[in-house]
């Protein structure tokens, strides 16, 4: 598995937030030989925390929690750090919240139950494509610079 990583430049972040704790324990297990930083909470205060003290490359939020929903969180994601990429998790994905997460850019929606490869394959890809719009946004201000 984690051949298809090589490509991967960069030390990434990935949080996940879900207020029920048999959801976080799965996605643990299932990511955890992946290699990168996986944080997981079912508290949007420490999620919001985390997002401030270190660079977040992905968020993962379950749509239906108590404090905050999903698309409110990555919605306050994109405003405060508008490269981490944002994925939708939800049990249902009715017209108002694939509305809302095409509205907010949400860069996957993701229905529980999920394919554990599929997930992982997934994620790599958008971290890929972080890298991608980092090293575009490096390359756009040197050549602004002159």
Known sequence: ??????????NHVVLVVDDEPTVLRLL?????????????????????GWLQACDVSLVIADQW???????ELLRAVAETSPTTQRVLLTAAASGEV??????????????????AHDLRR???????????????????????RG
């Open 1 to 10: 598995m984690k051949e298809a990583l090589v490509g991967l430049r960069r």
């Open 28 to 48: 643990e297990r299932k990511l955890r030989d992946e290699p990168y930083c996986l944080l997981t909470t079912s508290q949007a205060g420490m999620a919001a």
């Open 65 to 71: 929690m108590p404090e905050l929903n999903g698309l």
């Open 98 to 115: 694939v509305l809302g997460s095409l509205a907010d850019r949400i860069r996957m929606l993701m229905t529980k139950p999920w394919d």
């Open 122 to 144: 997934r994620i790599r890809l958008l971290l890929r494509e972080r890298e991608l719009d980092l090293e575009r946004r490096e390359l756009n201000a040197e050549m602004a």
